[in-house]
């Protein structure tokens, strides 16, 4: 696994590049670090789930409560469909198609901002309040811990956005696309695990 | 400077301000929401409180220039490429800004975690104060509770976590021939958020009702319903807990991709290994601690219902989720160490490590189990039964990896030639104090027992056995070791031999006989006791005070070392790790090049013998070695 | 000259593990024993030195003895020792040893839990409630009539207790040291511990032992042993109130 180094002569005017040990992108590499992370917050959360609706054998929903299955699954697919824009964006990049990749980094934007819009247009109409039981405490807890998620991931997309229309970016250069990128996927991916446990199962 | 230049340019000035703007944008906010809420009254302080604690900070970083990169970055705008100004500390100024070179950032790390050493140990001489007697002489009962809450938390979040850190973050990237941790940026956002954690958790005392009193583990639904002091902890878990993930992350991605040539991952020291297995257990546990927070913050704050039975809560997943990160915790707080140990029994024994191998190995074992023993924690707390008996077993068990680094360190010594130093003597004090503390852990993983003594002092026993005996043994003998390579100098030997034999004697007659206090009984965090054990308590007493004079030995000797002390040469313990093979302290960007390793790093007794060689890896590879 | 080391070093080891045995059986470790359940806890405890104490001293006597015959004499300074890699026999002894003693230690913890916990018939039924900062008992009426409610715990002696408990509040623990025995009180649910009472008249300390407030430290009562026909006339009394209210 040892790539051979290119130790560089003149040390006077910085350190040593440093000997690559590893295949790997340092950059991926700590991303998906970071996910690993993410993932055990959103397993706590999951545990806490389990606890009120298993161990503690709440019915769920609470009684009286009802979840707009329908509407989240069109939400789903609407989230969901933003991962393919955004590979599609990355394939358009990397094939220095700077329009559709700037298409694609919007398309993406929106398609998420959307995702968040009907979320929280959800939480407006549901009928029921994180106070009055448990079950709605852990509902608005897991999803609203993956909205959190969703708003950060709009937030490196929308960094990215500007810059790709400030004409950053390029076939060679792409590593600010993509590692924002895997954390989107990772949102996306993620909220397919909420969804069946809330909403499905 | 103009004051105005000054608030302008990253650094504390602006920080100051930032912490500001922090609270400014808690009332901004705080106050038109509840007034459109319509709840009453409209300024509310723990409110408030909770805004800012979490804005702050974040106000504070910002000012202090923590971002400024990134924001370039983010926004497109042209950033500056590292012109490594950055690097290096000319003047003690340098270490009161961001600052990216990893050794810079390992000292303010240690230094500052040793500095919430003696504020924690300060409040333990006010725990001991007060138990000297049973009845009650200077605080409130739950002015005691907080001291000890105070106490355990800070010394495990702001000194022995992160105090490995710190030493790792000198040392780890010089040892495999890096010239900076991966993430240099990173690396010193997660030293800023220590002063942040620790100064929170201080600050709770001012907090009205007093500091937080639930002891470390913050159980709901206590936590959920005592005055807004908790909220310090609850908040301060936070930041701490995503320093160590960032560090942890960092570490990771060095080892793995900034290896020297040469340096296969059966050829790095096991300090490398060491810090390796603890940043995976911190990745993947530490997350937990910071949403068993947040549940409480969001039923403290928000009246959500996770431990309100009446309303479907659950009041054990509370133990559930915190212990399955504070149980790895427990080994996040010695792994290092046992890298620390190994670093300075072998070169100090004049011997290679006893079975290498088996060291890396029983490391990835204990992280590994480590993850399945949480509900040890909760034998007495009348969780599901049929959980206990498991537990119990891959309890036992984690002793076995545990033994096999005991037994390989003894292997070790036998027939080495020990240069019985200070740091020596601090690691056959670790060896033969955790074996102990380690002893009474087994004992409590059988649930009889444990059924008797849970929440008796016999537990504060093996807490201080496994932390004092065990952690902190380790973090004074691998300070004394690399002293020489961090500062330059030279320690005083005569007050290092002092402070270990205070240290070593008061420790014992401190925490020996909370054995038996606690198997007579004795519960623990209470500030008042019945008088069967009044005089057993002032003895502990008293000698704790001992202990904590050793401590001001050892800050003097350091002070005045660090000072005044003889300069150091470049390798006086004649190690052959690479750390060692750079001048002391190490150049500015560590290495002119980076070497190349050839062997093993423990070969010592081998004629001839090299770990590293400076040379370009094309005239070296035909002296190579094959493997270690 | 290196087995005779290694001799001399386990012959002394030896001695001081028999003697930190005997010195760790010689301490009076407990409180009064105040259950059945009680011997049992303090005979595991006793394996436990036993199996413990050896380990500790082969441990220490390494070290010490390394100490002493190995430290660097002068004219020592640049001398380094054996390379000695490893052994994998070594290896495995002290990984298989260790396994095998502690497998062995967590069955007889084992029966013992399965011993203390056993169910006898004619057990009695204490309800322990806790709250900041106090306990309260009440005692099933003997012909099903309104419990008994009582601050007081009295227990009668030689008898199966089973103590079933619950919290108004915060987390509590009920603890008596002389029962060996403590279970957490927690909102919500109910826990229990059975305690067979000795066949002796005696009051023991009750204490609460999970941090749940300012007033944790002074959470204390009395248990009153009792002989079975002294609480009986105490139960009829304190029925008689009952009905009376
Ligand atoms: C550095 C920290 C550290 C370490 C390393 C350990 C190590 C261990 N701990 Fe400890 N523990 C704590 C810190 C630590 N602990 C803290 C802080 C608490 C209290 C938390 C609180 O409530 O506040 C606690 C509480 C605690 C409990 C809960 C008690 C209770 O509250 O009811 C238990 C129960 O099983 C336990 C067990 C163990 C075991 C089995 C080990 C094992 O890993 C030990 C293994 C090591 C050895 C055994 C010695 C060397 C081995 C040999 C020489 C081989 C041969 C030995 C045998 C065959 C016995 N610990
Ligand atoms: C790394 C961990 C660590 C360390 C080093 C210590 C160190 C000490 N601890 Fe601590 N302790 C814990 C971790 C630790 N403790 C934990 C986790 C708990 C459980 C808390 C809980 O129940 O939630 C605990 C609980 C605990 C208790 C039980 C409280 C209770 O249950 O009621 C006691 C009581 O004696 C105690 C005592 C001490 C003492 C005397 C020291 C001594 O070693 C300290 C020695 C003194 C110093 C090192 C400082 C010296 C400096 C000065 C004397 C003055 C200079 C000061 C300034 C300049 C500000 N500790
Ligand atoms: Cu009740 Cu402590
Ligand atoms: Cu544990």
Redesign the pocket.
């Known amino acids: 696994m040892e790539a051979a180094s290119v130790a560089q002569t003149d040390h006077h005017h910085g350190p040593p590049e440093a000997n690559r040990s590893s295949r790997v992108e340092p950059q991926l590499l700590g991303m998906l670090l970071f996910i690993i992370s993410e993932i055990m917050v959103f397993g706590a959360f999951f545990t806490a789930y389990f606890f009120i609706r298993v161990v503690q054998q709440n019915d769920w929903p609470a009684a009286g409560t009802e979840l707009p299955v329908a509407i989240a699954g069109v939400n789903t697919a609407i989230l969901l469909s933003s991962s393919v824009t955004l590979h599609w964006a990355e394939t358009a990049l990397k094939r220095d198609n700077r329009f559709a990749f700037k298409a694609g980094m919007l398309t993406t934007f929106l398609l998420g901002a959307t995702f968040l819009f009907i979320q929280i247009n959800e939480y407006v109409h549901i009928g029921f309040a994180p106070q009055d039981t448990a079950q709605g405490s852990i509902f608005y807890g897991l999803t609203g811990l993956h909205g959190a998620h969703v708003f950060i991931g709009l937030l490196l997309l929308g960094m990215v956005t500007t810059r790709a229309f400030r004409g950053h970016f390029s076939a060679e250069s792409h590593r600010g696309v993509e590692v924002p990128g895997i954390y989107w996927h990772f949102v996306d991916a993620m909220w397919v695990v909420v969804y069946t446990a809330v909403y499905v199962l | 400077m103009t004051v105005a230049r000054r608030l302008q340019a990253p650094g504390l000035p602006r920080a100051g301000l930032g912490l500001l703007m922090g609270v400014a944008l808690a009332y901004a906010i705080v106050l038109p929401v509840r007034s459109l809420y319509g709840f009453d009254p409209v300024l509310d302080g723990e409110a408030v409180t909770i805004v800012s604690l979490l804005a702050a900070p974040f106000g504070f970083l910002f000012g202090l220039g923590a971002f400024d990169y990134w924001f370039y970055w983010a926004s497109g705008r042209p950033t500056r490429a590292e012109d490594h100004s950055g690097h290096g500390a000319k003047s003690w100024r340098d270490y009161f800004r961001v600052n990216t070179d990893h050794k810079v950032i390992g000292i303010q790390y240690t230094v500052t975690s040793f ?1 919430f ?6 409040l ?2 006010l ?2 104060a007060e ?1 000297a007697q049973p009845g009650m002489q200077f605080v409130s009962t739950d002015g ?2 907080g ?3 105070v ?3 800070i ?2 979040f702001l ?2 976590i992160p105090v490995f850190a710190g030493l790792a973050n000198f040392v780890l990237p010089l040892m495999i021939g890096a010239p900076d941790m991966a993430f240099p940026r990173l690396n010193a956002l997660s030293y800023w958020l220590l002063p942040i954690a620790g100064t929170m958790m201080l600050l709770s005392f001012l907090a009205p009702g007093g500091s937080f009193a639930t ?3 913050a159980y709901a639904p206590l936590s959920t319903d005592v005055p807004v002091g908790q909220l310090f902890f609850t908040v301060g878990v936070q930041f701490a807990g995503a320093s160590s993930v960032a560090t942890a992350l960092n570490f990771l991605v060095t080892i793995i991709t900034m290896r020297a040539p040469g340096m296969s991952f059966w050829r790095m020291p096991l300090l490398v290994w060491a810090n390796f297995s603890t940043s995976l257990l911190v990745v993947i546990a530490t997350p937990f601690v910071a949403a068993s927070q947040f549940f409480v913050l969001l039923d403290r704050a928000l009246g959500f219902n996770f431990f309100v039975p009446d309303r479907g809560g659950d009041v054990l997943m509370y133990q559930h989720v915190f212990w399955f990160y504070s149980h790895p915790a427990v080994y996040i ?1 010695m792994l290092p160490g046992f890298g620390i140990i190994s670093e300075i029994l072998s070169v100090k024994a004049r011997k290679p490590i006893f079975g290498y191998r088996m060291m890396a190995f029983s490391l990835l074992a204990i992280v590994v189990l480590g993850f399945t023993v949480w509900a040890h924690h909760m034998f007495v707390s009348g969780m599901q039964e049929w959980i206990r008996v498991p537990m119990m077993i891959t309890t036992a068990i984690i002793a076995v990896p545990t033994g096999i680094k005991i037994f390989s360190w003894l292997a070790t010594l036998w027939r080495g030639v020990l240069h019985l130093d200070t740091p020596m003597l601090f690691a056959l004090g670790f060896l033969t104090m955790f074996v102990l503390g380690g002893i009474s852990g087994v004992m409590l993983a059988m649930i009889p027992v444990v059924i008797h003594v849970s929440d008796t ?1 016999f ?2 026993a093996h ?2 056995y496994v ?2 005996g065990g ?2 043994f380790t973090i004074f003998a691998g300070v004394y070791y690399w002293f020489p390579k961090m500062t330059g100098r030279m320690y005083d030997e005569r007050l290092g031999k002092l402070h270990f034999w205070m240290t070593f004697i ?2 014992n007659a ?2 020996g006989p ?1 054995h038996l206090i606690g198997l007579k009984g004795m519960p ?4 008042d006791y019945a008088d069967q054990f009044a005089g057993w308590n002032l003895f ?2 008293l000698a ?2 001992v ?6 030995v050892f ?1 003097y000797n350091m002070v005045a070392s660090w000072r005044g002390g003889p300069r150091a040469e470049a390798n006086p313990w004649r190690a052959l790790t690479l750390e060692w093979q750079v001048s002391s302290p190490p150049p500015t960007f560590n290495f002119d090049e980076v070497p190349t390793v050839v062997g093993g790093p423990y070969e010592y007794g081998v004629p001839g013998a090299v770990h590293g060689v400076f040379k370009k890896p094309a005239e070296v590879t035909a002296t190579a070695g094959g493997q270690e | 000259m290196r087995r005779h080391q290694l001799a001399q070093m386990l012959i002394l080891g030896l001695i001081a593990s028999a003697g930190g045995i005997a010195l760790a059986l010689a301490i009076d470790w407990f409180p009064k024993v105040g259950s059945h359940q009680a011997d049992r806890i303090d005979t595991l405890f006793d394996v436990l030195l036993v199996a413990s104490v050896p380990i500790f001293v082969l441990v220490q006597s390494i070290v010490l003895f390394s100490v002493w015959k190995f430290r660097m004499r002068p004219g020592e300074e640049l001398k380094d020792g054996p390379p000695i890699h490893g052994s994998t026999r070594l290896e495995v002894v002290w990984t298989a040893f260790p396994a095998l003693l502690l497998v062995g230690l967590c069955a007889y913890a084992y029966s013992v839990l399965g011993d203390i916990e056993k169910a006898k018939p004619n057990s009695m039924v204490v309800n322990v409630t806790a709250e900041q900062f106090a306990w309260h008992f009440a005692y099933p009426a003997a012909g099903g009539g309104k419990p008994v409610s009582s601050d007081q715990l009295y227990l009668p002696a030689n008898r199966q207790i089973e103590f079933k408990i619950r919290s108004k509040d915060v987390i509590h623990d009920f603890f008596v040291p002389e029962f060996r025995m403590k279970i957490d009180a927690v909102p919500g649910i109910t826990t229990k511990i059975r305690v067979d009472t000795r066949n002796q008249r005696r009051d023991y300390p009750v204490v609460c032992a999970e ?1 749940c407030g300012l007033g944790h430290a002074t959470m204390r009562q009395t248990a009153h042993v009792i002989p079975q026909a002294e609480f009986d006339s105490w139960m009829q009394r304190k029925e008689k109130e009952a009905q009376s209210t």
């Open positions: 500095f050493l003696l504020v924690g140990g300060a333990a001489m725990i001991r138990l005691y509770n001291l000890f809450s106490h355990a938390s010394l495990i000194f022995i002891g470390w583990t707080m002092y537990i504060v807490i201080h932390l004092f952690s902190l008061g420790f401190t925490f909370m623990r965090r209470v500030a502990i007493s704790s005070f202990v904590g004079l050793s401590t001001l800050v | 941090l």
